[in-house]
């Protein structure tokens, strides 16, 4: 038997939580900086540590250019360079990728800084919904869908101007509104090939039923009811594939997850847009429920000699974000956390900390927006539904608030 694996894992929110409690199960696990709640944190660098693997988990550090840094040290890192990257920094590129690859998209174009009535004249040619993009990364908030052309045309104004995203704002796509379900699915690729590594549906609105802003994700569930092995397979194969084919092409040798966000249309799946990272909170439905070895699998992908895909249990988890008050737009933090003990008597329930620190005083407080992730398992989406919202119900702070529609109408 070889030693444990020495693992690192970057980042500080539940999609790490997740991963350090999966990767626990087969290695040594340590996290920067991760978080009170997240055992083996520490204020350490990566760059500062020595680990056989690290994983990055954010979209930030891989943008900046970290796993580049790594390599250069000569570590194994799981997670692409900044070329790769790109395709979740800049959409405009994303989509100029696409084209030249033929992967199926919503049409769309381009403007900068004193093209508003090109904008405009383009938007002339769509039927609403009218959707418009930033360029950059802007934490998932960079994206106005409305059926108002007037909003549309006040949203041109905003994002060219810089108004509404700064610097990463001025570059604006505009696409044509694609209907349909919406399908968010990972895989793990080496560089040259890829393997499918789950799929989940996520809640990106604040509030039931779909309302009020947008969100880093309010709530996931996997597996998702009527998404069969076929057209997982042939979203790798038609989407997934020919995008790593597209990379290898322009030099990018791309080593990390690739999540792909799709809409099921009438036409067949399309992408959305690519994240070179896990989803969170979908890391915390799906990787739970891998049963293989998944430290092994990125330390193979990071090696560029992809091992087997993962195989995955027949159950089902949920999670439920609980969020502080004021999340998204502004939310407060500092409250202290009530509850955790009553919560960790229950089974089949796992809680994934994210916006969290510790007080000082022995107590978990909120530092965040999304402050921690209930997740549930069970045979089936019901009975995992059921399970994280009694957990959920032991938790406690002033002004916390959670979706309650989280998976209820997936069987
Ligand atoms: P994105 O950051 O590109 O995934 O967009 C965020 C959300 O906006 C998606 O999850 C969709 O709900 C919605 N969206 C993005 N692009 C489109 C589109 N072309 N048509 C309809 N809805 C979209
Ligand atoms: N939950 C969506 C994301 O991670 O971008």
Not at 17 to 38: E, F, K, S
Request: net charge negative.
């Amino acid at each position: 038997m070889s030693a444990r694996r020495r693992v690192v894992i970057v980042g500080s929110g539940g999609r790490e939580h997740a991963l350090a409690h999966v990767l626990g199960r087969t290695a040594d696990v340590v996290v920067t900086p991760g978080n009170a709640g997240i055992a083996g944190s520490t204020d350490t660098p990566a760059t500062e540590l020595e680990a056989d693997l690290f994983v990055i988990g954010p979209e930030q550090p891989l943008v900046d250019g970290l796993a580049d840094e790594l390599r250069a040290q000569g570590k194994r890192v799981f997670g692409p360079g900044a070329d790769g990257a790109r395709l979740e920094g800049s959409k405009a590129w994303m989509k100029a990728l696409f084209e030249r690859a033929g992967i199926p998209t919503a049409r769309h174009a381009t403007f900068g800084p004193g093209q508003e009535a090109e904008a405009r004249a383009f938007l002339d040619t769509l039927a609403p919904p009218y959707v418009l993009k930033t360029d950059g990364l802007a934490a998932g908030k960079g994206v106005l869908v409305t059926d108002d052309r007037a909003e549309a045309d006040a949203g041109v104004d905003a994002y060219l101007s810089g108004e509404a995203f700064g610097d990463a704002g001025t570059t604006l796509v505009i696409e044509e509104g694609l209907v349909g379900p919406e399908l968010s699915v990972f895989a793990v690729c080496d560089g040259t090939t890829a393997v499918l590594c789950g799929a989940a549906q996520d809640h990106k609105r604040v509030g039931d039923g779909d309302s009020g802003p947008n969100t880093g994700g309010m709530g996931t569930y996997s597996p998702v009811p009527g998404v069969d092995d076929a057209l997982l397979d042939d979203i790798l194969h038609r989407c997934i594939v020919p995008t790593l084919d597209a990379l290898r092409g322009e030099g990018i040798d791309y080593r990390g997850f690739l999540f792909c966000g799709l809409m099921l249309t009438a036409d067949g799946p399309k992408v959305l847009e690519y994240n070179v990272r896990f989803g969170d909170p979908e890391a915390q439905v799906v990787l739970p429920r891998i049963t293989s070895d998944l430290a092994a699998l990125l330390a193979s992908a990071a090696d560029g000699a992809l091992g087997d895909a993962p195989t995955f249990d027949d159950g089902a988890a949920v999670c439920v974000v609980a969020a502080s008050e004021g999340y998204p737009a502004s939310p407060r933090t500092g409250d202290v956390i009530e509850g955790l003990d009553e919560v960790a008597t229950l089974d089949d329930v796992a809680v994934f900390c994210a916006g969290v620190r510790a007080d000082g005083a022995g107590h978990l407080v909120t530092a965040g927006g999304r402050v921690l992730n209930v997740v549930g398992r069970g045979p089936d989406v019901p009975t995992a539904r059921a399970r994280a919202y009694d957990a959920i119900g032991h938790i406690r702070w002033p002004g916390m608030h959670h979706r309650s529609d989280i998976a209820a109408s997936a069987g």
